[in-house]
């Protein structure tokens, strides 16, 4: 079998979470013609079953019939797993985690944050007891940023305002066979995918306009435009990101752009409403600790002042403890 023929061979495919982002894999990576089952729990997972998955994407609409499970542990074993659901829900399904693992899987986190496996536990914010990291053994780890606008406009069916593109990497850095391999995967399914040789780099790039825009979305109920056309919002946004970077700096990490090109990146995003605010919009819990209180706990391990974040975190913070609905 040549090099083209084994990337093309049809593989078995978990996305756990088909919220946003697992939808739109999973669509894609089915349409691809890949053997693509998904997790999900309440209204979701009984529409998947009764209608399929639906992408809308520009003028283009896919729908995707896949296997829908409630638990892993309904599945088979699998090459490849996406795990999408939020932080928040991580510990929930870890355990779970093992019925799709054969000796060759790898497991591809899809986060907003900071993930639990960045600092192997030395932040217990992410993981206090272990449990995920007992579940899923580092060595089967590919790192994942995705700079994907997408949002579930009913239960089921997902609109993708900004595909974007995702990046993967090994989590010591460097390149290995398995991530080239899953990188053509995605680009073959119609998915903007890139390898890198340091992927906590692009964690840190995405996640300083995290830190920035998505608390403060969520606070005010402003989409990304919306900050932007507000002064004071995008005054505080700024001096967030810039403590954000002295922080990500401390770690080791080296930034590719400053404060003022990131929010530049970020300003593309147009009318965008972001995670944070969907999330509190849905009922759903937001994701303060990956985002927000790990950070936080880096900058007091490096003894950087955080004035601007601080008062973002107390306000956030309290605002989670309060749903809308």
Partial sequence: ?????????????????????????????????????????????????????????GGTKLVAHV?????????DRQDIVFLTVKATGLRAVAPDLASLLAPHTRIVPVL???????????????????????????????GCVAHVSAHMTE???????????????????????????????????GITAQASDDVRQEIWTKLVGNLAFNPISALTGARMDEIFANRELIGLARQ???????????????????????????????????????????????????????????AAQHRIATPALRTVYALIKERARHPLY
């Fill in 1 to 57: 079998m040549t090099r083209t023929q084994n990337l093309r061979e049809v593989k078995r495919i978990t996305v756990v979470g088909a919220g946003a982002i697992g939808g739109y894999l999973a669509v894609r990576l089915a349409n691809a013609g890949h053997c693509v089952s998904v997790v999900q729990r309440g209204q979701a997972l009984q529409a998947i079953r009764d209608h399929g998955l639906v992408l809308h994407e």
């Fill in 67 to 75: 296997p829908a499970a409630a638990r892993c542990s309904d599945l």
């Fill in 112 to 142: 907003n944050g900071i993930p639990w496996w960045y600092f192997r536990n030395a932040l217990p914010v992410l993981d206090p007891d272990n449990g995920i990291a007992n579940a899923i053994p580092h060595e089967r780890i590919i």
């Fill in 155 to 189: 239960p089921g069916v997902v609109r993708c305002v900004a595909p974007g593109k995702l990046v993967l990497g090994e989590p010591e850095g460097g390149w290995s066979q398995s991530l080239q391999d899953t990188t053509s995967l995605l680009a073959q399914a």
């Fill in 240 to 298: 967030v990101m810039v403590e954000g970077m002295a922080i990500g700096q401390a770690t080791g990490i080296h930034f590719p752009v400053d404060a003022d090109q990131r929010l530049e990146m970020a300003r593309a995003i147009g009318a965008a409403k972001l995670s944070m605010l969907q999330d509190l919009e849905a009922g759903r819990t937001l994701e303060v600790d990956a985002i927000v209180t790990a950070v936080l706990d880096l």
